[in-house]
């Protein structure tokens, strides 16, 4: 039995190691579990507040341990979130803690932003590195802090990353369609009904956005609204974005044109305005004030008359004119109009001589009219201007003395039926040897930067090179201007292309300034340069609308940025700075934590567009103010400011320092953005 035995036991053995070689080449054929991908780094953050612009939301995701979010001290509960950009599979969360950690918090997860799941709770929490092992499923991922580890009033909650891993989602990038069919009805003196015709989408269009001109009425979830708190006898257009699950926004709608019928019959005049005086006298401007006319419906605006003739328009009591000459006696008059357009008689008139001595803003003279919008506007090496046509797509050159010649058109460019189209120019600081010229300019699908040359006086569309593409476009929010720095790099303002979500991310090129190298590239320098992407280009976000850029003798970037309906903004750009869109307009708003403006104005006496600087003097253009603003710049903020040409000239667009000293400046009666259907100026005024 032995040898039996011992064959047994050999056949035992070989079956075992046959059975183990079998489950082995089993364990390795099986499929590997997917690491968790980090999903969080780079992405959109936004907190309950922050203890400044050195703690802002974003410095949590930005994987560099070094940099923090910081709430504001002494608040519960108080919470960060990111936004993974789409809905994915959540296994871990990393939290990082500075010393101001959370003693009990909730990692929650969320579809939509609103409603909360939670993920992980605790009342015990350690501070130091927390890795929490979770199973959730959410776009938006938040730390909510209710007890803090430090009880202290100066002590908040301070993250110094917030690492979110798992399986990611697949991104909805798709946009829905335009909506269609808009029209009105049912218009009263205050109000108008609106509906239009469904938008389509790959997922679901979950809201519409309503604008009036640029402006964001109200989001509503069906395809019908009523605008209500429109003035009588007046003239409004509308039009409509759609936007879905993931917040793609639409191009935007048809524009529906509205206008409002009186309140009532309104036969009756104002009254005269009486007490005309002069409260100011320069070598080129005059101040005026007067008291109030009545009207048995009310006062909308005055007119101001020099020598009978319109010299400027005011919606107060009181206008500075400028354009004056020096040492020269005006007689002037105002009178009342109210919203039907009846308008009174003109008040007793009052003379004023201007002073013999030098103004800082001097005598204005009309250079060129221009039956399109001119934008962009720089110098060449010869002293000549050179300004783009953004609805006829071409480049002007303008002699010093007023001589125009048509350079080309530039390919590619198309409208918006907006604000879009062919925007921002600055001339290569090598144009000697380069011959370029950079442009910023709306396409079919986006806006973008590039470069053309120029040979005599023409240029060569077959030079033309794009430099960066993927900047958002909508009919309105397009940004568009230019700037290079003494750094050499050139700057470019965008705007947030009516999603203002665009705006705090960071892979996103909208609601930014933008910093490129001369060839496109981005430099290494740039702060988000380590998260790659479009993130490599940002040099400060959080903006709206950036229209104006200059830079003043100490080699720093400004800024002008148009608000929404409360408040535009002056601001001194910061490396790396968040500005707070959408969450902060001017000081209105959630604005803790986000860079302050150095200057606000209301919408209604700004919507700046163009700055320059010289000798520590920033001028800044408005489009709805219709006026110029000289602002002294002090340090780090701005003191005196004086209002010129208040109503004087309409609309003002560009304005820019010329190599002779003094300021060209043009004007923009936008039209319809129908080409060669407005009638603008390029003026030229002389600084003292």
């Known amino acids: 039995m032995a040898p039996r035995t011992r064959r047994l036991s050999t056949s035992l ?200 001109s640029g402006q964001f009425l109200k989001a509503v979830t069906g395809t019908s609204t009523t605008i209500t708190g429109l003035n009588p006898n007046g003239a409004f257009t509308f039009y409509v974005n759609a936007k879905d699950a993931a917040g793609n926004i639409s191009q935007a709608s048809n524009n529906v044109e509205v206008r409002t019928p009186p309140a009532q019959s309104d036969s009756e005049r104002p009254t005269p305005p009486t007490n005309l005086r002069v409260t100011g006298v320069t070598a080129n401007s005059v101040s005026l004030t007067w008291n109030p006319s009545t009207d048995n419906i009310g006062v909308t605006r005055y007119e101001v008359l020099a020598g009978g003739a319109k010299a400027a328009d005011a919606t107060g009591t009181s206008a500075t004119v400028g354009g004056r000459s020096p040492n020269t006696s005006y007689l002037f008059t105002v009178r009342a109009f109210d919203a039907v357009g009846n308008v009174s008689d003109q008040s007793t008139g009052v003379s004023a001589t201007t002073s013999s001595g030098g103004d800082q803003v001097g005598a204005v003279t009309e250079l060129a009219q221009d039956s399109d919008v001119p934008w962009g506007l720089d110098f060449l090496p010869d002293g000549s201007g050179v300004y783009t046509r953004r609805d006829a797509f071409d480049v002007v050159k303008l002699s010093p003395s007023g001589a125009r010649t048509t350079l080309g058109t530039v390919p590619n460019v198309a409208t918006t039926n907006g604000e879009g189209g062919l925007l921002g120019l600055q001339v290569s600081p090598d144009f000697a040897t380069d011959h370029y010229l950079y442009l910023y300019h709306t396409t079919a699908n986006d806006n973008r930067i590039v470069r053309i040359k120029v040979e005599g006086n023409a240029l060569v569309t077959g030079s033309v090179q ?78 709206r609308n950036v229209q104006g850029l200059a830079f003043d003798g100490q080699g720093r970037l400004w800024q002008a940025e148009l608000g929404n309906t409360v408040m535009d903004e002056l601001n001194l750009s910061q490396r790396g700075g968040n500005y707070g869109w959408p969450s902060c307009e001017g000081t209105s708003g959630s604005c803790s934590g986000y860079v302050a403006p150095k200057r606000t104005w209301s919408t209604a006496n700004a919507s700046p567009s163009g700055i320059a600087i010289v000798n520590n003097a920033l001028y800044l253009a408005t489009l709805r103010g219709s006026r110029l603003y000289r602002l002294v710049i002090s340090g780090t903020s701005v003191g005196s400011e004086t209002t010129h040409f208040q109503g004087t000239y309409g609309r003002l667009r560009t304005v820019e320092p010329a190599p002779d000293g003094s300021l060209w400046l043009t004007t923009s009666d936008d039209g319809d953005s129908t080409p060669n259907n407005s009638r603008s100026r390029v003026l030229r005024v002389q600084l003292n």
């Not at 740039?526 to 400060?540: I, L």
Request: proline letters at 5%; aromatic letters at 8%.
């Open 13 to 212: 053995g070989t079956l075992a190691t046959s059975l183990a070689v079998v489950a082995s080449a089993l364990v390795s054929a099986a499929p590997a579990s997917a690491a968790p991908v980090l999903l969080s780094q780079g992405k959109p953050a936004v907190a309950s507040s922050s203890g400044g612009a050195s703690y802002a939301a974003a410095l949590a995701v930005d994987g560099n341990s070094s940099t923090r979010w910081a709430s504001q001290g002494g608040v519960d509960p108080s919470w960060l979130q990111v936004d993974l950009g789409a809905t994915a599979t959540i296994s871990r969360v990393r939290l990082q803690w500075d010393l101001s950690c959370a003693r009990a918090y909730r990692v929650e997860a969320s579809t939509d932003g609103t409603t909360w799941t939670s993920a992980y709770s605790t009342a015990n929490g350690q501070g130091g590195v927390e890795d929490l092992a979770v199973s959730a499923r959410g776009r938006y991922v938040r730390v909510y802090g209710t007890t803090r580890c430090r009880t202290s009033t100066a002590n908040g909650y301070s993250l110094q990353e917030f690492q979110v891993f798992g399986e990611a989602g697949q991104a909805d990038t798709t946009p829905p369609s335009a909506p269609t069919g808009l029209r009105s009805a049912n218009v009263t003196p205050t109000s108008v009904d609106l509906a239009w015709d469904r938008a389509t989408d790959d997922v679901g269009v979950t809201s519409y956005e309503v604008y009036r």
């Open 466 to 543: 794009v430099l960066l593409t993927g900047i958002p476009r909508n009919r309105y929010h397009n940004g568009g201007r230019l700037r290079f720095g003494p750094d050499g790099k050139l700057y470019a303002g965008t705007g947030d292309g009516q999603n203002g979500n665009t705006a705090q991310d960071l892979s996103s090129l909208g609601g930014k300034v933008l910093r490129l190298n001369p060839d496109g590239s981005a430099p290494t320098d740039n702060p988000f340069y380590g998260n790659g992407g479009n993130a490599r280009y940002v040099w400060t976000y959080g903006h």
